[in-house]
């Protein structure tokens, strides 16, 4: 019996500084061995969903697609015509797009991320402009490490529902965003399938990164009615621990009580101050 043989189609490669970071030691500026490390701890999967909308489930069986999550990867592999072959077992059209929902995993994903607080906005991550109008600033996914997740990768209520209706996608109600995969794409770079329908020797990989956020830490003492906050924003991280300067991180009018700690922040008491997002550390 001949044995199935599958490649990759195309890869998003996942990754958060939230979780990669030590306390304010950067995951990219460490020794490779520390960031192995790091990654034995980290899973996109404990922040996002990314499931398949609208018609991707039946394009996925029609076309023996599957998908492969890994810890710090979500992979498309498709069935091919043999072991030595770059054709697929089923053709794949070069208008073909697989669509997948994005919600939250960890419902405070907004607070230990670097990015705006989304109302009507919605994530938008493709790799290529729709055939709708008013995608004309649209910035594709990354092909190369180091770019931050950005507002350029967000679009307005109003874009988010003229996609729904272009690809008749009734689960939008529940959604923080889409991920668009198109066979073709924005240029040669960002195509999935070569030009001749075949799968690329080197598959396509998108890297989308999410910085940590960064706030101000507000200590509060209401035993001795006692409040101060750090002049410069800090950063967010689950390891590691940032050091708490009472000379340079504060006004120096600020006189601290005896003997006072400095502990680092969680994610969950966050707020919004005028333009400043605060972590209030209650002690």
Same mark, same amino acid.
């Given at each position: %019996? ?6 990759? $189609? ?19 500026? %460490? ?7 790091? $990654? ?12 398949? $909308? ?34 697929? @077992? ?24 670097? %990015?705006?607080? $989304?109302?009507?906005? &919605? ?24 770019? @931050? ?33 198109? %066979? ?29 956020? &960064? ?18 924003? &800090?950063?967010?991280? &689950? ?45």
């Amino acid at each position: %019996m001949q044995s199935l043989s599958y490649r990759t $189609l195309c890869v998003i490669q996942l990754r958060h500084n939230y979780f990669l970071n030590r306390g304010e030691e950067l995951f990219e500026e %460490m020794e490779a061995e520390e960031q192995e490390k790091q $990654l034995r701890d980290f899973d996109w999967k404990e922040s996002l969903r990314i499931l398949p $909308l609208g018609q991707t489930e039946r394009i996925l069986k029609n076309h023996q697609l599957l998908l492969r999550n890994s810890a710090d990867s979500l992979r498309v592999v498709v069935r091919m015509r043999d072991a030595e072959s770059q054709e697929p @077992f089923i053709p794949i059209s070069q208008h073909t797009v697989l669509l997948f929902g994005i919600t939250y995993q960890n419902p405070y994903f907004e607070h230990y991320t670097d %990015m705006e607080f $989304l109302g009507e906005e &919605k994530v938008f991550l493709a790799n290529n402009a729709p055939n709708i109008s008013g995608f004309d600033a649209f910035q594709p996914m990354p092909v190369q490490e180091g770019v @931050f997740f950005n507002p350029q990768f967000t679009i307005e209520g109003s874009q988010f529902n003229e996609l729904l209706t272009h690809y008749t996608i009734l689960e939008g109600a529940r959604l923080k965003g889409i991920l668009a995969l198109y %066979m073709s794409g924005q240029s040669g770079e960002y195509n999935i399938l070569n030009g001749n329908g075949t799968v690329k020797q080197n598959p396509t990989t998108f890297y989308l990164t999410f910085d940590n956020r &960064k706030t101000i830490w507000k200590y509060i003492q209401p035993s001795l009615n006692f409040t101060a906050e750090t002049v410069n924003p &800090k950063p967010l991280t &689950k390891s590691g621990f940032v050091t708490v300067n009472p000379a340079s991180d504060f006004s120096d009018t600020i006189e601290f009580p005896p003997a006072f700690q400095f502990p680092n922040p969680s994610i969950h008491s966050l707020k919004r101050e005028e333009d400043k997002i605060i972590s209030e550390i209650h002690l």
